[in-house]
């Protein structure tokens, strides 16, 4: 049992697995367990998560610097995405780094019959490249090696006319920046948020308003009075963009959204930056600033297995998170196993 910031965890040794799958505080599998287990009793209501589904909304609002009205809720980030791919205008030239996380790139992609194209440079090369084009669309962290993209060089492009579309899916919970400037900020809950699956967030600058392509119930002004009929009258802002929520993942991201939210960012990032360069420095790679490490050594993935750490394969590595509910003992563990 781990104790942070008062949220109880219980993480064994060696797990540094986050930017796969994050493991929540006790207080939330515990809502959800009472949520499961109101259900398997019929004593659940539809209209009782409906509190769940407004504070996790408040609090992705709080992470990301936007007004709580800007926010719009869905299942996953590529259906967020999607949303805004299919408003861009024909022959479009939108672009995206190399290897991007495909739930950001190919919503864009599978507009290709409108004559929208897409074009991967290297990330370092993102910001430079992006006043040419009309819609830039990354990860701020990168998925397969933690690599994080030039943020003033794409707030620049987007002074300069460009959309900015950014991916905090692997970046929010861990790494603090200003990202209230960008035209679009989509994250899925389940891995730094430390939520169950099926909860994500889309915030959206002021000027844009995707239509709703997969507008339902939920997407209704008021979803208890807009059930039956047409016509269509969905809520105004992005509000009007929410797709029915995953009631238990929302239950979960009530309890973790806002209390990372309530954090010290500068010191969760310190934290777990300085156990990532920690790891880094033990097989002398020198300092990265991530809170991901990609570790490209033959048998990387089967000798950490060996030792119980638990960590993801990726782009041909051996992938490590390192998050605020990491220790000292982890790193060891690490370390040991590839040593």
């Known amino acids: 049992m781990r104790v942070v910031h008062g949220q109880r965890f219980e993480v064994p040794d060696g797990y540094l697995n986050t930017a796969s799958i994050g493991i929540p505080p006790a207080a939330a599998a515990d809502a959800v367990a009472g949520a499961v287990a109101d259900w ?25 610097g936007f007004p709580v009205d800007r926010v719009a809720q869905g299942p996953a980030v590529s259906a967020l995405v999607g949303l805004i791919a299919a408003g861009v205008p024909d022959r479009a030239r939108v672009l995206v ?107 959206l600058g002021p000027d844009l308003e995707p239509e709703p392509w997969l507008a339902g119930w939920w997407a209704g002004a008021d979803p208890w009075a807009t059930t039956y009929g047409l016509p269509l009258r969905t809520a105004a802002g992005p509000r009007g963009l929410d797709v029915s929520p995953v009631w238990l993942a929302q239950v979960g991201a009530a309890v973790t959204v806002p209390w990372l939210a309530s954090l010290d960012t500068g010191a969760v990032r310190a934290h777990c930056v300085g156990l990532a360069d920690a790891f880094r420095d ?7 600033g991530s809170a991901i490490v990609a570790v490209r050594k033959d048998g990387a993935v089967e000798r950490l297995a060996e030792a119980g750490v638990v960590v993801s394969a990726r782009a041909g590595a051996a992938r490590l998170a390192f998050a605020l509910y990491n220790t000292e003992a982890d790193v060891e563990v690490a370390l040991r196993a590839l040593s």
């Open 282 to 288: 033990g097989l002398g790679m020198g300092p990265g």
């Open 40 to 64: 398997r009793a019929g004593s659940a209501l539809p209209p009782d998560f409906d509190p769940a589904v407004a504070a996790a909304r408040a609090g992705f609002a709080a992470l990301v």
């Open 97 to 203: 780094a190399e290897g991007e996380f495909t739930s950001v790139s190919w919503p864009f992609a599978a507009q290709r019959g409108r004559g929208v194209t897409v074009d991967e440079v290297p990330l370092e090369r993102v910001g430079e490249r992006a006043r040419d084009y009309d819609v830039v669309a990354v990860s701020v962290v990168q998925s397969a090696d933690g690599r994080i993209v030039d943020l003033e060089a794409l707030r620049a492009a987007r002074d300069a006319g460009c959309r900015v579309v950014l991916d905090a899916t692997q970046s929010l919970g861990w790494y603090p920046a200003d990202l209230s400037w960008a035209d679009a900020v989509v994250a899925a809950g389940y891995k730094w948020l430390l939520t169950p699956r099926g909860a994500a967030w889309m915030a």
